[in-house]
Each structure stands twice: as structure tokens, then as C-alpha cells.
């Protein structure tokens, strides 16, 4: 399977101090080799067509992706604060995919 990462999902990655960005590389490898299969509690389907890549650190690092033809499409990243995804999170992430997977 193919990896894209947006790049203002890139930006988010490269934010991130070296302890989390190092576990955020390790989530990024088990979605590229195991895709579609990628489990809980690694990945969570939160809408009909895009998931989340639940990265476990002092913080709650999330990274929405979705799947298209053989590719998989890492369209956004954010800090998890709250038990739900913010409405706006999830909007950006949507149009993001969208605009990708067209």
C-alpha cells in the first residue's frame, strides 16, 4: 500500500517534539504495512469513509487517513483533547480527502 501524507499533515508530524514524533513514525509504518487490516487499538473508523491512527504518548496524537484504490491518504493531524473529535478537525479532514481521493 501506498503512504501520502498532505503536507500540512507533514507539518503537524514535523511539529512534534522527538519522544512523540518517533511514536507517530512507528503508527505511519504499521498503516502502510498492514492498511486496510490495521486494527483497534491502532485505528478507528469514525466516519464512512476516513479513520483515525490513535498514537498513544503523554498526548493523545491523532492522524485522520482514508483509503484510495491502493493508496492511503493521511489528510490531517492534531492533539486529541477532548473524548470526541472536534466538528472542525473532522470538516478539514473531510474536504482534505475529498480533494485528494477526488
Do not use: C, W
Request: hydrophobic letters at 40%; charged letters at 25%.
Amino acid at each position: 500500500m501506498i503512504l501520502f501524507v498532505h503536507p500540512e499533515a507533514q507539518r503537524f508530524i514535523d511539529s512534534l517534539p522527538n519522544n512523540i514524533g518517533g511514536r507517530v513514525d512507528r503508527g505511519l509504518r504499521l498503516l502502510e504495512e498492514y492498511g486496510r487490516l490495521l486494527a483497534p487499538p491502532d485505528s478507528k473508523k469514525i466516519s464512512g469513509e476516513l479513520f483515525e491512527l490513535r498514537v498513544r504518548t503523554i498526548v493523545q496524537v491523532r492522524l485522520i487517513y482514508g483509503f484510495s484504490g491502493n493508496m492511503t491518504l493521511v489528510v490531517h493531524g492534531f492533539v486529541k483533547k477532548s473524548s470526541k473529535i472536534p466538528l472542525r478537525e473532522l470538516r478539514l479532514a473531510h474536504h482534505r480527502f475529498r480533494t485528494l481521493a477526488g
